[in-house]
Every structure is written in structure tokens, then in C-alpha cells.
């Protein structure tokens, strides 16, 4: 039973232009989520995270959404750069000692 | 300076031994912990840990342990090592459950 959604494996933007990952997640008592960036080889990245009591975060390009009654997160990159391709996994945690809920990834392309 | 170190990065072994993969974090967290990412990339909390309690996701065989000999400390030792154990391990650190940071990974792979 997956808590944590990614419905899409791969996405695939151009150069310069805005890429948007999304994730869904079923548990209500989520109150903390997180986005990793994972290169081939290399342990998982932070990125940005967002608490439930906020509705954005933003650092620099990156800039992350969440959607309480949706149960619903985004994570906005603009512009997107070559590097940033990559592996994406969203992440939630319940607050609670019991690590991380990942979602299935999503391979984002960036295509020059 | 690795804030989270593991090691050994690649692990072959045969099928029946018992092997261990250790992993240290330097940043003063609370709470360590090991996932486990399988074939299909899909990364699984295993163990968490700290001071005061384990918590251990209950679809773990009891062949895989955790050892923490201080607050720095997390090896995973595993018994009896099975085909379906090739996975990569990751070990992960986080200050009451903030600033999640993660080790580079050790691939096992049992023959």
C-alpha cells in the first residue's frame, strides 16, 4: 500500500523551461514532506521540504507546493538546467522516529 | 568531510553468509536509520534508531540487525544472506526529524 504517489516514472523538459513533479500521498498524518534529487551511484540529495502548516517554499529555482486538502505536493523548477536531471523522490514523514515514506521516483530529462 | 559515511560501497557475497555494512554520520543527529532500495528503485525504510527506541519496519526478516555501539553508529549486520537480499543499502541520519541526510549507498549483491 503505497502512502506516497508518484504517478510519473520519467518527464522530460526543455532546457530553460519550467519542469513540475507532482505527488500525491494517502496518510493524513503526514505533517512534514521533502523532495531529494538522486544522481546514478550517489546517495539521495535534499532539495526542499515544506511543513504542513505552510502552502509554498521556495529556494532559489526550486519552489515546492503543497495542497493539504488534496493531499497534494508539487515541486517547481524554473528554469530548468541541464544538471538537474536526475532522479526525483518526494518524501513524508509523520513526525514520529519512523524515518521517510518515498514515493517511487520520477526520472526528470532535461533536454538542451 | 562525509557528513554520513558507509561502508563498503560494493558488497559481493555468497548466498548463506553473514555480512555487515557499517555507517557513521558526523553531524550530531539523533537518529539514524537504513533503507533499503530494491530492483525496482523503490526505497523502503528498514530501521530507525535512536537513544531511546528502535523501531523496525515489520516486513524486515529478523536476519537483518541493527548495531548501534554509539549515537554515531549505525551497522546493519545480516545473516544467512539470500538472492533476493541484492538491493542497495542506505544509511540515513536526522535531528528529531529534521535535516534528513543520506550515506552514498552500499550495493550487495548476493551469487
Request: hydrophobic share 30%.
Amino acid at each position: 500500500d503505497q502512502q506516497v504517489k508518484q504517478n510519473s516514472p520519467s518527464l522530460s523538459v526543455q532546457e530553460g523551461r519550467i519542469s513540475i513533479l507532482n505527488c500525491d500521498y494517502t496518510n493524513s498524518m503526514f505533517d512534514y514532506f521533502l523532495w531529494y534529487k538522486k544522481y546514478p551511484a550517489e546517495g539521495p540529495t535534499f532539495l526542499i521540504s515544506i511543513s504542513s502548516i505552510k502552502d509554498k517554499n521556495e529556494d532559489g529555482r526550486f519552489t515546492v507546493f503543497l495542497n493539504k486538502s488534496a493531499k497534494h505536493l508539487s515541486l517547481h523548477i524554473v528554469p530548468s538546467q541541464p544538471g538537474d536531471s536526475a532522479v526525483y523522490f518526494c518524501a513524508a514523514s509523520g513526525g514520529g522516529a519512523d524515518g521517510l515514506t518515498f514515493g517511487k521516483g520520477t526520472h526528470l530529462i532535461i533536454q538542451p | 568531510d562525509t557528513a554520513v559515511s558507509q561502508t563498503p560501497k560494493y558488497l559481493v557475497t555468497q548466498m548463506g553468509n553473514d555480512k555487515s555494512i557499517k555507517c557513521e554520520q558526523n553531524l550530531g543527529h539523533d537518529t539514524m536509520y537504513w533503507y533499503k532500495q530494491d530492483s525496482k528503485k523503490f526505497l523502503k525504510i528498514m530501521f530507525s534508531y535512536n537513544n531511546k527506541e528502535l523501531i523496525i519496519n515489520e516486513t524486515v526478516p529478523n536476519r537483518f540487525s541493527p548495531k548501534s555501539p554509539d549515537k554515531a553508529h549505525l551497522n546493519l549486520h545480516i545473516n544467512s544472506l539470500e538472492l533476493g537480499d541484492s538491493a542497495v543499502y542506505f544509511c540515513a541520519s536526522s535531528l528529531r526529524q529534521a535535516g534528513y541526510t543520506f550515506g552514498s549507498g552500499t550495493r550487495l549483491t548476493v551469487v
